[in-house]
C-alpha cells in the first residue's frame, strides 16, 4: 500500500535536516551517495520542486529552511509518535473528499490506521449532503480508516471519541478551552473550528470499517470562508493570532486518536463520555434539535452513557436524541 523505499530525495531531506544549522557541502552528499554533483544538484532541484526551501551557496553548498517546510506525507510521518495510525498516508494536493478516497483505500483491504491527507477537496462534505469548505494551504482534511470490533449501532461513539482528540488538540494551541457541540463539531469562542464525519460500512451485526473524516480549520482566514459563514465559523489563528504548523497539529490529533480509541476499545464509553462532558458547555442550556421531520426544544443536559443526547422538554419528559442538529 505504501512505498516502504526511502527515495534520495527523502535520505537527503534527512542529512539536511541534521545539518541545518550550517551548510552540507555538495561533495559530503556525492560522497554519502556515491553520485556526482551534478546528479546531486538534480535531487536538490527535485527536493525544491516538492515544496522545500533550500539555500544554495557555491561555496559552502546547502541549507534546508526548518521553518517553513512542506504539508506533505514524509513530514508528517518523520517523528510520529503513533504505533498505527497515520503510519501509512496517502496524500493529495487535491482530491474530491478525503471519506471517499479512504474508503476506496479500505475497501481494498488498507488497514486500521490507514489515513488520507489533503490539501484541498473539491467536494469536502458534511452531513446530510452539506459541503465543507476546504481551501488549500491553509487547513487539515484527513480521513482514518478504523477496524473497530463493536457492534454497528455503537459506531456513533466514534465520532465523540474522535471530537475529545480533537477538542484536546486544540487546546494545546488555544489558552480558550474549545467546547464541543453534539454531535459533531469542535467550537471556540462559539463558532465552529473543525467538524467530524464519521461514515461506517457494515453487515448487520458487524462493522468492516468506519471512515473517521476530521476537518480543521487551522491557517483560514476570515476573508476565505463564504460571507454565510463568517459569522459561524473560525480557525485556530483567527482566534490565537498566530500561524500553527499543521505538521505539528495533526501528529498531536492522530497520537490523541490513538490514545483515546484505544482507551474506548479498553474501557468502552465511560472515560469517553466523561471527556467529552470536560468541553460540553451547553449543559443547561435551552437547544433546539432539528431532525429530518421535526423540531424539539429542551434544556441540554448532556450525554447519556451510550452517547446520546439528553434532552429535558418542557412537559418534564427526558428525551435521548440519537440524531439532530443542535441550535441554541
Ligand atoms: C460536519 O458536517 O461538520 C462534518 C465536516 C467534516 C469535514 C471533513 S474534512 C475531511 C473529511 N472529508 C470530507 O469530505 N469531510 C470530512 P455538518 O455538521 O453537516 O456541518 C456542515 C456545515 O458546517 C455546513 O453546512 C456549513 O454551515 C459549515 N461549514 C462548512 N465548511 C466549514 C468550515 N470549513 N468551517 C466551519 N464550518 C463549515
Not at 555538495?26 to 539555500?55: C, D, P, V
Not at 494545546?172 to 473550528?193: C, F, G, M, R
Amino acid at each position: 500500500m505504501k512505498d516502504q523505499t526511502i527515495s534520495t530525495e527523502q535520505e537527503i531531506i534527512r542529512l539536511l535536516k541534521k545539518k541545518s544549522r550550517s551548510y552540507l557541502s555538495g561533495q559530503t552528499l556525492s560522497k554519502s551517495f556515491g553520485l556526482s554533483r551534478t546528479a546531486i544538484w538534480k535531487h536538490i532541484n527535485a527536493i525544491k520542486e516538492m515544496g522545500y526551501f533550500i539555500e544554495a551557496s557555491p561555496a559552502k553548498g546547502y541549507r534546508l529552511n526548518l521553518d517553513n517546510l512542506p504539508f506533505n506525507a514524509f513530514e508528517i510521518s518523520s517523528n510520529l509518535k503513533t504505533s498505527f495510525i497515520g503510519k501509512d498516508i496517502s496524500f493529495y494536493k487535491d482530491t474530491g473528499s478525503t471519506n471517499d478516497a479512504a474508503r476506496a483505500f479500505a475497501i481494498k483491504g488498507a488497514r486500521e490506521g490507514f489515513a488520507v491527507v489533503a490539501d484541498s477537496q473539491t467536494k469536502g462534505k458534511g452531513r446530510l449532503g452539506r459541503s465543507w469548505e476546504s481551501p488549500a494551504g491553509v487547513n487539515i482534511y484527513t480521513s482514518i480508516v478504523l477496524r473497530p470490533s463493536i457492534m454497528p449501532l455503537f459506531a456513533p461513539q466514534l465520532t465523540l471519541v474522535s471530537a475529545v482528540a480533537v477538542a484536546e488538540a486544540i487546546s494545546k494551541y488555544s489558552q480558550k478551552t474549545p467546547e464541543v457541540k453534539w454531535p459533531n463539531d469542535i467550537l471556540i469562542n462559539s463558532k465552529k473550528v473543525a467538524g467530524i464525519l464519521t461514515e461506517m460500512n457494515s453487515e448487520t451485526d458487524r462493522i468492516n470499517f468506519v471512515i473517521i473524516g476530521i476537518g480543521v480549520n487551522i491557517n483560514m482566514t476570515r476573508k476565505m470562508f463564504p460571507e454565510e459563514l463568517r459569522p459561524i465559523a473560525t480557525s485556530l489563528k483567527e482566534e490565537i493570532g498566530k500561524e500553527i504548523s499543521r505538521i505539528d497539529f495533526i501528529q498531536t490529533l492522530y497520537l490523541n486518536l490513538e490514545t483515546w480509541y484505544k482507551r474506548y476499545l479498553k474501557h468502552g464509553f465511560e472515560p469517553i463520555r466523561r471527556a467529552w462532558t470536560g468541553y460540553f458547555t451547553m449543559a443547561g442550556r435551552v437547544v433546539k434539535v432539528r431532525q429530518m421531520d421535526k423540531a424539539i426544544v429542551g434544556v441540554a443536559m448532556g450525554i447519556d452513557d451510550n452517547g446520546e443526547l439528553l434532552l429535558r422538554e418542557k412537559s418534564g419528559n427526558i428525551t435521548r436524541i440519537i440524531s439532530g442538529d443542535v441550535e441554541i
